[in-house]
Structures are given as structure tokens and as C-alpha cells.
């Protein structure tokens, strides 16, 4: 996903997990106006990687994915989301 467009493979194009994960990045990319989006996630992907030693475990410990992660399988979960929800999650 980069903002404001979802690129998917043939394959995975029918997955509404997978989709519902990546349209919760847009809504965090627009909350954050894009380059706040950029900068928290590659924010939390080093502070992960100095607390993990684990470039996977910091990717999963990335506020934003951690959210997307735990909200996909809710397809009705962008209707209710609060604005910023994303900052209930820390690295």
C-alpha cells in the first residue's frame, strides 16, 4: 500500500482479510497526512530492531501493522474505528 492506492497480485485480489489490512493503512495514511505515516513506521521499525534484534518482530511490532493485524478479519471495523486508533499500540 502506498498511499492512496492498494496494489495487489492476481492471486490475493479476492482476500477481504488482506484488503481490509491495507485499507486500514490509507485511513492511518491520511490521519497522519502520508509522511507521518512514513516517519512513525520506519520509527517504530528501528526502535523495534534495537529492542527485538529481529527485523520480523519489529515489523509485527510496528503500531501501525499491529492494528491492521488485529482488525482485519473485522470487515465493519473502518465504520467503527476512532480517529488515531493507532496510538494505542506502542513498540
Not at 491495507?22 to 495514511?29: F, G
Amino acid at each position: 500500500t502506498i498511499w492512496p492506492f492498494i496494489f495487489l497480485a492476481k492471486g490475493v485480489r479476492g482476500d477481504p482479510e488482506l484488503v481490509n489490512h491495507e485499507s486500514i493503512h490509507i485511513r492511518q495514511y491520511g490521519e497522519t497526512l502520508v509522511l507521518g505515516f512514513l516517519l512513525v513506521y520506519l520509527w517504530d521499525w528501528l526502535v523495534g530492531m534495537l529492542l527485538y534484534r529481529d527485523a520480523r518482530k519489529a515489523y509485527r511490532r510496528i503500531r501501525f501493522e499491529q492494528e491492521a493485524y488485529e482488525h482485519s478479519a473485522e470487515q465493519g471495523y473502518l465504520g467503527r474505528r476512532r480517529t488515531w486508533a493507532w496510538l494505542g499500540y506502542h513498540v
